[in-house]
């Protein structure tokens, strides 16, 4: 089995910042690309930030300059620096991976499960 478990959220006022952590456990071979995800109130999941193996990624534009994607592989471990937050980057955010278990030459999506980020003067 594999888990996901993410810290680091929290409230925090316009303008702050926060630094989410996720890390992966369990029967790993290998961790292909990982993620952050993010679900409002009333919308969609939606795509934040992604970050290959080799540490290509890519970004929402809405949070693209403000939000920052990296990971640290020997420790399967994925972050999101969170920067001039605002009102609206109010969700629950979920890490995702993609995973290749051992024994399982194939490839698996995991998730998390998910920590609140409230932006709230």
């Known amino acids: 089995q594999v888990q996901l478990v993410e810290s680091g959220g929290g409230l925090v006022q316009p303008g702050g910042s926060l630094r989410l952590s996720c890390a992966a456990s369990?029967?790993?071979?290998?961790?292909?690309?990982m993620g952050w995800y993010r679900q409002a109130p009333g919308k969609q999941r939606e795509l934040v930030a992604r970050i290959t193996s080799s540490g290509s990624t890519n970004y929402a534009g809405s949070v693209k300059g403000r939000l920052i994607i990296s990971r640290a592989n020997a420790k399967n471990t994925v972050y999101l620096q969170m920067n001039s937050l605002k009102p609206e980057d109010t969700a629950v955010y979920y890490c995702?991976?993609?995973?290749?278990?051992?024994?399982?030459?194939?490839?698996?999506?995991?998730w998390g499960q998910g920590t609140q980020v409230t932006v709230s003067s």
């Open positions: 995702n991976a993609q995973v290749i278990r051992v024994g399982v030459y194939y490839q698996s999506d995991y």
């Open positions: 369990g029967s790993i071979l290998s961790i292909n690309a």
